[in-house]
């Protein structure tokens, strides 16, 4: 029995269908319908094959055309890709050319130069240094209680200017008067004794080894009369000298011992400016006479000091050496602490022509 299918080929219509009888030498199986497929299968993939072979260029033209419309989307892609590149280059260009003239429109004009001449002449130039000072007292007087006893009355305050013998304080002296009697008693015994003994060794009624001792005798006493009248005068405090009292240790009522402070008295009539110089500048310092110092406190006023003294020896740590300079202060408006820049001219050069730094 044969069999027969319809199937459509590839490229024919839809609903054109051809009946090709099933070769009587392969029967078909015990299940028809499953063999009859699997040839059927077969035979449409032949047949789709060859008309694939049949189909393919064959010209050049055609082969070109079918190349180009195999890669047509990669063409594409090629396309799109120069045309990005393209337009990126075209708008840097244009963005380089707007800042161009952007930069041109705003680009100020240079101002003119204004030049300045100088006449150069010849001056002196020196080498100095600059350094840091303090004022100080010319003398720094500490009282100190000569005698013990108690503070009866002080008659100063701190800071009151005082002139050499006012007094300070007084300290109490009946003690002291006492034993300036006692003394003066003793004084008078002794010297009426010598007179009378005087008189009788003229006689020869004494030796003169009486006559010695009681001459001594009198000696031994006038000095202690004058010794407790020493005393009696160290109860009254005075200035030894003219200055400013900085200090005042003594109190109304305070027992002192000797050698108790008592009060502290600055000499401002001279002062010391005291400058520290470095040792590598100390040979330039040794010869100078005088040095122009500048107070911070009195509006930068400027004023000469003369040295007075340079130490042979560092006192500091740094190694500085000690430069005092000798001040007038008359008025008292320079006054001790205050701080001071000396300018040291170490080296003077003379005409020598100078030209501004900012003009290099």
Known sequence: MACTSSWSPPGLPAGSRQKRP???????????????????????????????QTSSPRSTRAKIVFSIWNNLPRIALLVMVALVFILAMAIKKESASIASSKAAGIKPERPPVNAVTLLLQPTAIHDRINLPGSIEAWTTLSLLSKLNGTVEEVLVREGQKVSKGDILAR??????????ERARAAYNLARAEYDRDKAIFAKGVIPVAELETNKTGMETAKADLDNAELQLSRCIITAPMNGIVSKIDAKVGLQL????????????????????????????????????????????RTITGKVHFLSSSPETVARLFRLELAIDNPNGEILPGMFIRADVVKKTVPDAVVIPFYSV
């Not at 300290?171 to 300036?180: G, L, M």
């Not at 400016?273 to 040095?291: M, Q, T």
Request: glycine share 4%; charged share 30%; net charge negative.
């Open 171 to 180: 300290i109490d002296a009946e003690d002291y008067r006492i034993a300036v």
């Open 22 to 52: 099933r070769s009587p030498s392969k029967p078909c199986s015990a299940k028809p319908w499953k063999g009859c497929n699997h040839h059927l299968n077969t035979f449409r993939l032949k047949e789709y094959n060859m008309n694939n």
């Open 257 to 300: 011992a000797v050698g108790d402070p008592l009060a502290e008295i600055l000499e401002i009539d001279r002062l010391k400016a005291v400058v520290g110089i470095p040792e590598s500048d100390v040979p330039a310092v040794r010869g100078l006479d005088s040095v122009d110092i500048k107070l911070q406190a009195l509006e930068d």
